[in-house]
């Protein structure tokens, strides 16, 4: 894997310019203002999960990104990945423009030097690491020390996946044995080296690898801005909600049941909505409020969900507040309990 850090031909190309910059008495610096950017980009896209300063966990499951041991073994190219394609089936959204997000490509290379400024321990070369193991020796000993945290099978479950097929592609076999040895201090991934053995942590990482599909290459067809007729029954009587910020996924599921006329907007990136969305509902990034805003009713109360389970679709409500709009409903558990619940998905462009 390339680890791509340092460029010094850039750097000093930058520095050229802004020489310049001074020389013409101009008051901007560029790298400076490519700073305050990706500052500006990470409050508003990943703090809301990630933490103000990537401390973790200002919603379920969204890992440190300043933790130490992540940094030292974390490539760009790994940060450059999980950033744009994101981690399809979590919380954790494509975020490139490419996948419907609202990143171009020097805005994600802005927030990989941000995270990348935050590192406190020296690189560590894990891709040269070579393992070798036995899956099902290690089966027993995950079922007991991991899958509470990890899923029964590496799917994530109070905390972050580990069977993720964007993740395995990014994470060579180095990268996981370190994972694993050494922990993520200051969280509750605790270091394992003194308490199983080398051989049955490189099991673990045979294990892991295991569950490794490829990653989805499709080119992703984004859905259409023009939103059409998306109002859902509407012919039937308006729902009575009252005026607390929150709707239950239980309660939106009966007032559709019941006939009841409402709008149910996706407040995350594209891609989320493309991998799989509440049928009927239709995409209004949270990020884009003024591209659909002429298109939603205000006399029709619209619903809006995210995965996090409620900080996006706080944002998209918030932002239609301030435009004027009052019939507004928070889906207060958010897109994945209403997944569990079983109640009907669709995948695609399409509501
Ligand atoms: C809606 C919540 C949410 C938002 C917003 C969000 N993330 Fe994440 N992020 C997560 C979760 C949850 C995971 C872990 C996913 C999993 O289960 O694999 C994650 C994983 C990651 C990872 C991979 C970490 C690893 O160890 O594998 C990186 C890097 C990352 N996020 C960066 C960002 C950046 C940068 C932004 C802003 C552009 C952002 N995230 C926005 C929730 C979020
Ligand atoms: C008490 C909960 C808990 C247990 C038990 C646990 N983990 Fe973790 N694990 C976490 C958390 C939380 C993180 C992310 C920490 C962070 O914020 O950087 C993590 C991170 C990881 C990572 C890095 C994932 C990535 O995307 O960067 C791997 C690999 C991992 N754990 C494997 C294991 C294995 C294997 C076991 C069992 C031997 C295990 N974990 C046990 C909570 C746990």
New binding site residues.
Partial sequence: MVRGRSRPALGGALLLVGALFVACGAETDPAQERREKARADYRRYCALCHGARGE?YAADAA??LR?PE?LSTASDEFLRRAIERGRPGTPMSGWAAQRGGPLAPAAVEGLIELIRSWQTAPDKDVDNITVTGVAMRARA??DI??A???GADGEGG???S?NNPE?LFS?SDGF?RE??ANG?SG???KP?AGE?TPQTIDD?VVL?RSWQVDPNDDPIKLPSTDLGDFVLNSDGDPPTFDDGRFLKVDALKQALDEGMKLGILDARPGSDYVTEHISGAVSVPFFAPDEYVDQLPKDTWLVAYCGCPHAESGLLVDALKERGFSKLKVLDEGFFVWKDRGYPLTEGAMP
């Fill in positions: 973790g890992n440190a933790n992540f000993t995950y020390e991991c509470e945290c990890h109070d905390f972050m580990l993740f994470a996981l994972a694993i993520r969280t509750v991934m394992y199983l673990l892991t």
